[in-house]
DNA sequence: TCCTTATCGATGCAATTGCATCTATATGGA
DNA sequence: TCCATATAGATGCAATTGCATCGATAAGGA
């Protein structure tokens, strides 16, 4: 870690950054939450695994999609496997894990999950900035993450 | 909310925001962990209250300016008074309430904090954009919130 | 004054998280 | 083959969080 200050500009960039997430994501959960529906974490873990399709994914490659810890992710898997939205399969060339699949029902959760978060980034997102507003927004924020993405 | 589904652009945006901005905040989480200091709340409070002066604050005036709940302000509280960083006064025209104030160990904490947190951003942000980008990125995150800051 | 309602802050309890560690299998070298 | 080490995933336990509610004081109207 480089001993040094940031500038008024990075101060007042990363506190925007940090409240307008959190702003953000909080009045998703909430609009999750009003719907009797799951966190956000269950549907990135459906996304994934939807994406994934029949071959499905070991829980560690579940890990390196969505950013969460070891734990976090075999503790959300038991949960959703318990509500029938994701089903675990022993894999073949290796005894210590498994590949976990997308159900039916699972699919079926997603779709309804994205009804709401979906509107909830259209309405938090889109239409508060233009297209090209929002694309430099990413390509910025790009730039940020490590590694940078230069796009 | 709204019956409608996000632009692609939008979504990307949505996407880019909240993976961008955990990794930043758990980064800088990790390393005021590694080096022994408490989490960035505690920062928020300490710093808070520091503006604030010797008037101090009341819990509730604390509670719209971090964006937390009640209750995790209330427990928020109760630890740092535990470590000496702040101090609880009864208030006189509000038996119900009370007054918080800093003490002398809580501004002590808060540059212990700031030197590892002021690094993280300047590492994080202000090493990686120009201070032109950092204004234009503020700006846009301004329109996100709610409600929106024009400047 | 009395009563109803609102606000301030704390807390019991259940659920979730974080940390450390565990079990089991795999891998690679002697 | 045998052993040391690495990797996959689960879990016990303590700390933290979220929810609901509580106790206490305040405010406002009848």
Redesign the pocket.
Known sequence: MTKKFPSPEAIAAWARLVRVSRQLVERTEDAL?ANGLP?L?WYDVLHELAEAGEGGL????L?DRIL????????????LEADGLVE?LP?S???????VRITTSGREMRRRIWAVYGASIADQMGDKLSAQDLKTLASLLGRLRNPPISD
């Open positions: 939450k966190p974490a070991r829980p560690f490659e890990i969460l810890a070891q734990y976090s992710v075999s503790r959300l898997l038991a949960r675990k894999v060339d290796d005894g210590r894990g498994q590949t």
